[in-house]
């Protein structure tokens, strides 16, 4: 099965615009996608990295500017509907949590994100189609019910904690231990008590 | 193995008071802790119910206005060490989820929380000690270094979303289906797109 890892190279991560500029943005982003491209090999897949833009990675990149939801459909086409796509912000992810995904034995695998969006999908099935916009994981639930195809979800809170706003910096600090997290102790981030949750400040 | 579940019942969820009224904040949070209940129960653990002030529930609830650590570590004080702590804000469990946390044989297994903290515990060691302020994950894994327990983790998103902030009331109405997600439903509640992840709103 052909295993693709969409990213954007150009500008990506804008949500982090608030702590982080676009020069540290795209290293974050090049550091998370490094922490997925090596997990996923260390899990025994050889993903293809498809980027919007140049982007450092440590396996060659396609570029390739379509929008996500073209171009995965496109790759579906292409494949019959034999693809997996992981998402390239998913820097807690485990050689366990990817041997999860690819488990259940069913037509269409999803790994819902957290706010509604899909991080993860595994399809065997020739119907199957995307859609990233809006809550993908109801849409995407949606279209396996309505071309008849068999449905897992995986509960992995690694595969849901896609890194996308300030908030979510935390995470990466509390539970990752690859490049990601490296990247923002070597920044300065550190972990911060706040009411509640944990956020994260800048030395 | 004795299983507490440890809930506010007096004033709950105070984070929720910009979308909640105080009324409406005790019915979610007992709509909440009745998942809870009735999903351990389906698991086959019969938990105790442990409230700081009257709350509603499906079974019989003590009431003990310790704060959550004293109560806790009494606790693991009375069993010698042998208990399992499961919050009341976590509507999204599943009997599989409770059943991953049960499964490991390890002194101490945590179910991390978002923003560093400890939605679940199991203990199996004498010497084990709670500690839930500030990024409780973090030194719930210090506690268990230091006394020599060998540790799991449960990588669960269902276990780690807990309900505190208006944000996380979207995971309810897309993940959930007992009684927190009709309460929300039945309340007004949906799902609404927003910038990047998706948020609610009351008609």
Redesign the interface.
Known sequence: MRVVVPVSGSDPKT?LAAVLDTDERLLFAEAMLGDVVETLAAAGYTPDVVATGPIDCPVPVTVDDRGLDPLVNGLLDDTGGDLAVVMADLPLL?T??VQRLFAPDTDVVLA?G????TNAVVVRHPEFRVDY???S??DHRRIAREIGADLAEI??????TDI??P?DL??VL??GDGRAADWLADAGFE?V?E?????VTRN
Not at 114 to 117: D, L, M, P, S, V
Not at 155 to 160: I, Y
Request: overall charge neutral.
């Open positions: 949500r485990t366990e949590a819902p957290r706010g509604g969006g916009h809006g809550a994981i109801r509960d992995s809170r690694r595969l849901a996308d706003e908030g935390a995470e509390l539970h972990v008590a009411d509640g949750r944990v956020g």
